[in-house]
């Protein structure tokens, strides 16, 4: 069965952290770049980060970089996603992707991931006082 799995997310108070896990299981990850996305309540879906198929580059929003780092293990069939510092903003529903590669605008910030075939269930994040 394919299955990809978001953990990780929880109630964490401002400037906190958490570390989300994407796991993939009846499938491979390592040829595939894997992105993040968030989808607060009310609001549309905002990619947050992407890492191609090799690890070699990773890409943020501009809302997130320098607080998150994306970061992948193949033996694992595994993505993680390391969020610090974290603001009330943060708070969404994380949900990790499966494509073809990362895309970025003109200026190097991440937007989405191409050809998608696979998604997780998300995880919740919540940041509050």
């Known amino acids: 069965q394919l299955q990809l799995v978001e953990s990780g997310g929880g109630l964490v108070r401002p400037g906190g952290s958490l570390r989300l896990s994407c796991v993939a299981s009846?499938?491979?990850?390592?040829?595939?770049?894997i992105g993040w996305f968030r989808q607060a309540p009310g609001k549309g879906r905002e990619g947050v980060s992407c890492?191609?198929?090799?690890?070699?580059?990773?890409m943020y929003a501009s809302s997130v970089k320098g607080r998150f780092t994306i970061s992948r293990d193949n033996a694992k069939n595994a993505v993680y996603l390391q969020m610090d510092s974290l603001k009330p903003e943060d708070t969404a529903v994380y949900y990790c992707?499966?494509?073809?590669?990362?895309?970025?605008?003109?200026?190097?910030?991440?937007?989405?991931?191409?050809?998608?075939?696979?998604w997780g269930q998300g995880t919740q994040v919540t940041v509050s006082s």
């Open positions: 890492i191609s198929s090799s690890g070699a580059r990773a």
């Open positions: 992707e499966v494509g073809n590669n990362c895309v970025t605008d003109v200026m190097g910030t991440y937007t989405t991931v191409t050809g998608v075939r696979y």
């Open positions: 009846g499938f491979t990850l390592n040829s595939n770049a």
